[in-house]
């Protein structure tokens, strides 16, 4: 059973620096696709980043320039380095990770992690 978690979430003052962890376990393959939504208040999910396993990545533009997508394959880790952070970007953020093709073949999502950025 594939299980997913996220950890990095904190609060930090307007300009400030966090940095986001996913670790998915138990899949029996790399997973194919990994990403970060975020969801504030009053809001619907939105995708904030995504990268699959042959390195693509993409950003929404709200966080481009501000925001890096990289993970570790070997670690089936990945993480969001959050730069600049406005308080626009408070939101609980979710890892999900898709898997295709394989007995772990499902879409999974992470518990979220708060990130609350003051003015």
């Known amino acids: 059973q594939v299980q997913v978690v996220e950890s990095g979430g904190g609060w930090v003052q307007a300009g400030g620096s966090l940095r986001l962890s996913c670790t998915a376990s138990?899949?029996?393959?790399?997973?194919?696709?990994m990403a970060w939504y975020r969801q504030a208040p009053g809001k619907q999910r939105e995708l904030v980043a995504i990268?699959?396993?042959?390195?693509?990545?993409q950003y929404a533009d709200s966080v481009k320039g501000r925001f890096a997508i990289s993970r570790d394959r070997a670690k089936n880790t990945m993480y969001l380095q959050m730069n600049r952070l406005q308080p626009d970007d408070t939101a609980v953020y979710y890892c999900?990770?898709?898997?295709?093709?394989?007995?772990?073949?499902?879409?999974?999502w992470g518990q979220g992690t708060q990130v609350t950025v003051s003015s």
């Open positions: 999900n990770v898709q898997i295709y093709g394989s007995s772990s073949a499902g879409d999974y």
């Open positions: 138990g899949s029996t393959v790399t997973p194919h696709l």
């Open positions: 990268t699959s396993n042959v390195g693509s990545r």
